[in-house]
């Protein structure tokens, strides 16, 4: 029995301190190159890329004539600054505009990513962060918003044929990625505590624990926290489980956490990355919604050879995420410090959870009778299954939009889109109280018309 001791920060100035008991074995081995396609074990570093993350390493006295960047000076823009709303300024004078307008490295600007390392460190404190680098040390790179890191780890890991699990019905995002891969995606019962260690357990005794072979799933996929579109979090108890399952039959899990932030209730759940003993653990993380939905940053933190071989199919891709957009970022986390940061979060989590309340007193006021649904705690999402309905997909396209309504309907999330599904997926973030109410007066209405 190896006990772990996790700090887990939940307000600006007050910390809980628990103990994680994981029946988990020493660390593993990990072959990484199993997990690889054929076209990701494919890739090469790019010589241009690697001289350009050299050059920004180097001191000023470096002359360079090697790189092909444009010159700064023929571009239109000179200074911006930046007003936040508590009345501070970012301030991008014209060196710092310079380098806000050129080429940067990879894996991220320097100081964003050793920010975020030390907050990563802070919230999960990764097992993984004591490993070597071959082992599966703790690794982070910046994406283009966490879409773009998802899409690449698949790419990584799903060759045509391969088995993936995942908890459907899941982000359609998510499906979109993976359909196209030609994969076969096999769904893992799940209900409002998220995947259900039983059904998972289930699924993977048609394979031999001690023989994994070419059809042995390689990835497990799950949305721990407020899922999208259940809004459905994973406990404690379940995730050591599925771990332990990820040990078992040797795969990977992709923790894609978009709303960890938005976790109603205090503390915030331990992650897979906290329990991660082995370095079989990929997550992805998004400022999407707590900064920004349009400066597109995201992370991945993983294992440091997975997290090299995205890093090369990002040097043959985008290059880079916004160098602008990172250095407005960066400027604004430091400036906050941690401790800013996670009182901008407590700011943002406050507005969610009215928001979430607000839509559960009309859900009560209006649908009781008509409707079922579970609190979601975390998340933007209040998932419905409406009763009497087999499916939703006409109500919603057609029906719907004559009472001035929209929803979601729920196939659009599962595995295969054109079965009956009674679901509809109903968003708090951007509605006010008013609104919901009158919204879900009209669902009501009709709901009542369709029975």
């Not at 494919?42 to 360079?64: C, F, G, N, Y």
């Not at 030609?182 to 260690?197: E, F, T």
Request: hydrophobic share 40%; with cysteine; glycine share 6%.
């Amino acid at each position: 029995m190896k006990n772990r001791l996790c700090t887990l920060f939940y307000s600006r100035f007050v910390t809980l301190e628990i103990v994680l008991v994981c029946s988990f074995n020493p660390k593993r081995n990990m072959n990484y190159s199993r997990f690889l396609t054929a076209v990701s074990a494919a890739r090469k570093p790019s010589p241009i890329r690697l001289l350009t993350e050299l050059q920004q390493r180097s001191p000023p006295t470096l002359i360079s004539l090697a790189g092909g960047a444009p010159n700064p000076n023929t571009f239109p823009f000179h200074t911006a600054s930046f007003k936040m709303k508590n009345g501070e300024t970012i301030e991008f004078d014209g060196t710092m505009m310079t380098r806000a307008l050129q080429y940067s490295g990879s894996y991220g600007i320097p100081e964003l990513i050793s920010w975020m390392k030390e907050l990563q460190k802070r919230l999960h404190d990764p097992p993984t962060v004591s490993f070597s680098p071959e082992s599966g040390r703790m690794e982070m790179c910046v994406t283009t918003g966490s879409q773009e890191g998802l899409c690449k780890v698949f790419e990584m890991l799903v060759n045509p044929g391969d088995t993936v699990l995942l908890d459907a019905p899941t982000y359609s995002g998510t499906l979109a990625a993976l359909q196209p891969l030609g994969c076969n995606i096999v769904n893992v019962p799940s209900d409002q505590y998220g995947m259900i260690p039983d059904g998972l357990r289930d699924i993977l005794a048609q394979w031999d624990s001690h023989k994994p072979d070419s059809t042995t799933p390689k990835v497990l996929y799950t949305i721990p926290n407020g899922a999208n579109p259940t809004g459905a979090s994973m406990t404690l108890e379940r995730k050591q489980k599925v771990y332990e399952l990820a040990r078992k039959y040797e795969f990977l899990i992709i923790e894609d956490d978009p709303y960890y932030f938005l976790q109603f209730q205090k503390p915030w759940a331990p992650t897979f990355l906290s329990i991660d003993v082995d370095g079989r653990v990929i997550r992805t993380d998004s400022f999407s919604k707590i900064l920004s939905s349009g400066l597109r940053i995201g992370f991945v933190t993983g294992p440091k050879p997975l997290v090299d071989r995205i890093v090369l199919h990002i040097q043959a891709s985008t290059m880079h995420t916004s160098t602008f957009t990172q250095l407005m970022v960066s400027q604004l986390l430091h400036s906050w410090g941690q401790e800013g940061f996670l009182k901008h979060i407590d700011e943002v989590v406050e507005f969610y959870r009215a928001q979430r309340n607000a839509m559960l007193s009309s859900a009560d006021k209006w649908l009781k009778d008509l409707a079922e649904w579970h609190a979601p705690t975390a998340g933007m999402f209040l998932w419905i299954k409406l009763k009497g309905i087999k499916d939703t997909q006409q109500l919603i396209m057609e029906k719907a939009l004559e009472k001035e309504v929209l929803l979601v309907p729920g196939g659009v999330f599962n595995i295969h889109s054109s079965e009956p599904c009674p679901y509809v997926r109903a968003a708090f973030s951007l509605s006010t109280p008013q609104q919901i109410d009158e919204a879900f007066k009209r669902l009501s209405a009709l709901i009542k018309e369709a029975l």
